[in-house]
């Protein structure tokens, strides 16, 4: 089986523990025929990862409950998650937050703004980009 048979094309794993946020995401990317998967803490991310292998991960880099980082190096620690493209947001002015999430195999970071502005584009984006930024 390849990674394209594995993946699911339609699921989105979301690491966001703020409701309010997490239902905006959901209700966007629904709306688009996107299954959304929510991930509240370390244990979600990795169970729910390796379970659904979505076709991408939406990661709140500023969730004070998460540790994004940690997350990040979850993911790309795991063969067959690694090459999945990952969308992370944080607030514009955390430049070693981007410096870092990039060096830890982010596909694209954006700010909090662009990310609730662009939601739907940002996804089409790294779904059509794969694992561009990735090696």
Do not use: C
Not at 23 to 31: H, I
């Amino acid at each position: 089986m390849n990674q394209t048979d594995q993946t699911d094309q339609k699921t989105i794993l979301v690491a966001v523990t703020d409701i309010f946020f997490y239902t905006k995401v959901r209700d966007a990317l629904m709306s688009k025929g996107y299954r959304i998967e929510r991930a509240r803490t370390q244990q979600d991310i990795a169970e729910k990862a390796s379970a659904t292998i979505p076709s991408a991960f939406i990661l709140n880099m500023n969730d004070e409950t998460l540790n994004a980082f940690q997350a990040l190096e979850t993911l790309t620690a795991d063969a067959r998650l690694k090459t999945i493209p990952i969308l992370a947001f944080a607030n514009h002015e955390e430049v070693d937050t981007f410096n870092r999430a990039r060096a830890l195999g982010v596909t694209k970071i954006v700010s909090r703004n662009e990310f609730s502005a662009r939601l739907k584009d940002l996804v089409e984006e790294i779904l059509a980009a794969g694992v561009w930024g990735k090696g």
